[in-house]
């Protein structure tokens, strides 16, 4: 099994910044493909960014592309997400997500990842 646990989400003006931190243990070395989603109140959970495990190949949705980034630390143990320039439309729980490897065209799917965090809030005002 591997666990997954975000922190690092909270309040903050339109234009500021976050970083989320997602500290991975138990079986890490089944991932290679780590993620974060978001889910906004009545809307289906979203895919923001991934990065895989190995090699830092990383990889944003447009919404977020040029303002998010997402990161790894050398251990293999945390993942991070950076976001600047934030929007009220950003106003999510946002998720940590691991698997294995995955192919390039399924990895904005929330069916493709074996592993959840338990959810950060983050919430923009305007």
């Known amino acids: 099994q591997v666990q997954l646990v975000e922190s690092g989400g909270g309040l903050v003006q339109a234009g500021g910044s976050l970083r989320l931190s997602c500290a991975a243990s138990?079986?890490?070395?089944?991932?290679?493909?780590l993620a974060w989603f978001r889910q906004a109140p009545g809307k289906e959970r979203e895919f923001v960014a991934v990065?895989?495990?190995?090699?830092?190949?990383?990889y944003y949705d447009d919404s977020v592309k040029g303002r998010f980034t997402i990161s790894r630390d050398s251990a293999k143990t945390m993942v991070y997400l950076q976001m600047n320039s934030l929007k009220s439309e950003d106003t999510a729980v946002y998720y940590c997500?691991?698997?294995?490897?995955?192919?390039?065209?399924?990895?904005?799917?929330?069916?493709?990842?074996?592993?959840w965090g338990q959810g950060t809030q983050v919430t923009v005002s305007s």
């Open positions: 997500a691991a698997t294995g490897p995955v192919a390039a065209g399924r990895v904005r799917r929330v069916g493709s990842y074996d592993y």
């Open positions: 990065i895989n495990w190995s090699g830092g190949i990383t």
């Open positions: 138990g079986r890490t070395f089944r991932m290679n493909t």
